[in-house]
């Protein structure tokens, strides 16, 4: 099977603007995103990290660097903003290299951002303690 780059879409919700409150919420579901798809920090392309105009606390990618993604190009941007739109959403769109087909894919959408995808909503059950131990993990082994 020949690889290609395929793109991973995951978006998320935050209660505030908050600096810790978007870096947590950015690596749980990057950590998630990685996990569900079996992706290597070596195979990403790029990641394009888009928040709501209401949001501004810290750059979503610095939670990308946190996990120890060193070398990949990153970017933040706002995410345009339509009248009626859900607030307080960080979105992730990651291009990774791959040789499974787009349709193996898992894309990510948590806490209120189901609302955005509900058709790609449906997660396997997750265990958000082992996420946390390996995000934390992943943390202890970048300092």
């Not at 790029?46 to 946190?66: C, G, K, M, W, Y």
Request: hydrophobic share 40%; charged share 25%.
């Amino acid at each position: 099977m020949s690889i290609a780059c395929r793109g991973v879409r995951g978006a998320t919700t935050v209660d505030h603007n908050d600096r810790d409150e978007i870096l947590r919420a950015t690596r749980e579901l990057l950590a998630l995103m990685i996990r569900q798809n079996g992706i290597e920090g070596r195979d990403v392309g790029s990641v394009i990290f888009t928040v709501t105009s209401d949001l501004n606390a810290e750059f979503p990618a610095l939670a990308a660097r946190q996990l120890g993604w060193m070398d990949v190009p990153l970017i933040c941007t706002y995410e345009i903003s339509v009248p009626g739109s859900l607030p307080m959403c960080i979105r992730i769109m990651l291009h990774w290299n791959t040789d499974k087909c787009q349709k193996e894919i898992r894309h990510v959408y948590i806490k209120q951002a189901v609302r955005l995808r509900p058709d790609l909503s449906d997660l396997p059950p997750v265990d958000w303690k082992a996420l946390e131990e390996w995000i934390d993990a992943q943390m202890s082994s970048v300092k």
